[in-house]
C-alpha cells in the first residue's frame, strides 16, 4: 500500500502492540499475552508502507517500551523516554523487514534485533520477547539449547503463525509448543536439586532523591547507612551464610590509592564499611562508590561491589563495566 493509505485505523495497531508488549511484562505480568502481542505489528506491516508507517511503528514502540522502562524514572526522570525512543527503533525496523520479507521471516527478524540490541552501546537485553515465559517452567527449559534467544523464536513463531494463516504453519507452530513441553517435562526430571546458601539481601527503600542527598549532607549519609546497618542485624538473626547489601549502599568516603603498592584509606566510612560483618560474623556484599586517587587526584570513578568477610577485610571486588544506555550513560555524548 502507498503512505497516503496509512489510515487512522490502521494507525493503532502499533500502539496496540504497545498495550499488549507492555501488559506482558511487570508488573501486570500477563506472560501469555507475549504469544500474541506482535500480531499487530504484523498485520501494521501488511497494511502500512512509506516513511509516515515507519514513524508510526517507531511512536507505537517507544510508548511501549518507554511504560516498560517506566520504573527507571526514580533514578534518572528522563531515562523512560529515552529507553523508549531507542527500543522504539527496533520495532520500526522490525516492521520494515518484516513488510521486505514477508511474516514467516519475523522470529528470525525479531530475535536478530534482540541480539544486536543485547550487545550495541554495551547492550540493553532487558524486556526480550522469551522473558515473558519465566512462569512457564516447563516451555523455558529450551534455554539450555539457544538461550532465552531460543525461547524469544518461539514465541515470535506463534505469532507469526497466527498472521501467516496457513494450516500447516499453524499446525507447525503447535507442535514446536508441545515439542518444548515435551522437553522440559523430561529435563526437568532429570535436575538433580540441592538446597545452597542461605543469602539474606537488604532492602533500605530509600528514595533516590534521599541516597543523593547524602552526599551534601553528611548526617544524611549516616542516616541512610544506619538504615542498611540496622536490617542487617535483623537479618543476621536469620543465621545467613551471606548479607547483600543494595548497588551504591555508600556513596562517599571510600577511597583506593593507586600510590605505591595501593590500598584502601583509612576513613570513618571506611570504617563503616567493614562494620556490618565484623558485628554480625557473616560475609557482606556491599555496594559503594569508589574513588581512586593518585598522588590525591581523583583517577577514576566507580560503581563497584566488595566483598568483606568476618575479620573486616576486603577480599573480593567487582567494578560495573556493563552501564546501562542511555540511563547510566549517553552514548557518544563526548563526541555528539
Known amino acids: 500500500?502507498?503512505?497516503?493509505?496509512?489510515?487512522?485505523?490502521?494507525?493503532?495497531?502499533?500502539?496496540?502492540?504497545?498495550?499488549?508488549?507492555?501488559?506482558?511484562?511487570?508488573?501486570?505480568?500477563?506472560?501469555?499475552?507475549?504469544?500474541?502481542?506482535?500480531?499487530?505489528?504484523?498485520?501494521?506491516?501488511?497494511?502500512?508502507?512509506?516513511?509516515?508507517?515507519?514513524?508510526?511503528?517507531?511512536?507505537?514502540?517507544?510508548?511501549?517500551?518507554?511504560?516498560?522502562?517506566?520504573?527507571?524514572?526514580?533514578?534518572?526522570?528522563?531515562?523512560?523516554?529515552?529507553?523508549?525512543?531507542?527500543?522504539?527503533?527496533?520495532?520500526?525496523?522490525?516492521?520494515?523487514?518484516?513488510?521486505?520479507?514477508?511474516?514467516?521471516?519475523?522470529?528470525?527478524?525479531?530475535?536478530?534485533?534482540?541480539?544486536?540490541?543485547?550487545?550495541?552501546?554495551?547492550?540493553l537485553p532487558w524486556f526480550l520477547v522469551g522473558y515473558t515465559q519465566h512462569d512457564s517452567l516447563h516451555l523455558i527449559q529450551i534455554a539450555d539449547l539457544g538461550g532465552v534467544w531460543g525461547v524469544s523464536l518461539l514465541v515470535v513463531f506463534v505469532n507469526a503463525a497466527l498472521v501467516d494463516g496457513r494450516r500447516a504453519v499453524r499446525w507447525a507452530a503447535a507442535g514446536a509448543l508441545a515439542a518444548a513441553y515435551l522437553y522440559g517435562a523430561i529435563r526437568l526430571?532429570?535436575?538433580?536439586?540441592?538446597?545452597?546458601?542461605?543469602?539474606?539481601?537488604?532492602?533500605?527503600?530509600?528514595?533516590?532523591?534521599?541516597?543523593?542527598?547524602?552526599?551534601?549532607?553528611?548526617?544524611?549519609?549516616?542516616?541512610?547507612?544506619?538504615?542498611?546497618?540496622?536490617?542487617?542485624?535483623?537479618?543476621?538473626?536469620?543465621?545467613?551464610?551471606?548479607?547483600?547489601?543494595?548497588e551504591a549502599s555508600i556513596y562517599r568516603g571510600i577511597v583506593k590509592s593507586l600510590d605505591g603498592e595501593g590500598g584502601w584509606r583509612e576513613t570513618s566510612w571506611m570504617r563503616r564499611l567493614v562494620a556490618p560483618p565484623r558485628e554480625t560474623g557473616i560475609p557482606h556484599v556491599i555496594g559503594i562508590l569508589v574513588m581512586e586517587d593518585r598522588n590525591g587526584d581523583l583517577v577514576s570513578f566507580t560503581n563497584s561491589a566488595v566483598l568483606i568477610d568476618p575479620e573486616g577485610r576486603i577480599t573480593g571486588r567487582f567494578n560495573k563495566v556493563h552501564r546501562v544506555p542511555f540511563s547510566e550513560y549517553v552514548p557518544y555524548a563526548d563526541t555528539i
Open 189 to 246: 526430571g532429570t535436575i538433580e536439586l540441592a538446597d545452597g546458601p542461605k543469602v539474606a539481601v537488604v532492602q533500605p527503600n530509600i528514595p533516590q532523591d534521599i541516597k543523593l542527598m547524602g552526599l551534601e549532607k553528611p548526617q544524611q549519609a549516616v542516616e541512610n547507612y544506619r538504615k542498611h546497618l540496622d536490617l542487617s542485624l535483623e537479618a543476621a538473626k536469620e543465621k545467613p551464610d551471606l548479607i547483600v547489601w543494595p
Open 1 to 123: 500500500m502507498t503512505e497516503a493509505k496509512l489510515t487512522w485505523k490502521v494507525a493503532l495497531l502499533p500502539f496496540l502492540f504497545a498495550l499488549l508488549f507492555w501488559a506482558s511484562f511487570h508488573p501486570l505480568n500477563l506472560g501469555f499475552l507475549g504469544y500474541v502481542a506482535l500480531v499487530p505489528l504484523l498485520v501494521y506491516a501488511r497494511l502500512a508502507s512509506g516513511k509516515k508507517a515507519f514513524f508510526v511503528a517507531w511512536l507505537g514502540g517507544a510508548v511501549g517500551c518507554a511504560a516498560a522502562f517506566f520504573w527507571v524514572r526514580y533514578t534518572v526522570p528522563a531515562a523512560p523516554y529515552l529507553l523508549g525512543l531507542y527500543m522504539g527503533l527496533y520495532v520500526a525496523l522490525f516492521t520494515s523487514l518484516v513488510r521486505r520479507f514477508g511474516a514467516m521471516w519475523a522470529p528470525a527478524a525479531w530475535v536478530a534485533l534482540e541480539y544486536v540490541r543485547g550487545y550495541l552501546f554495551t547492550g
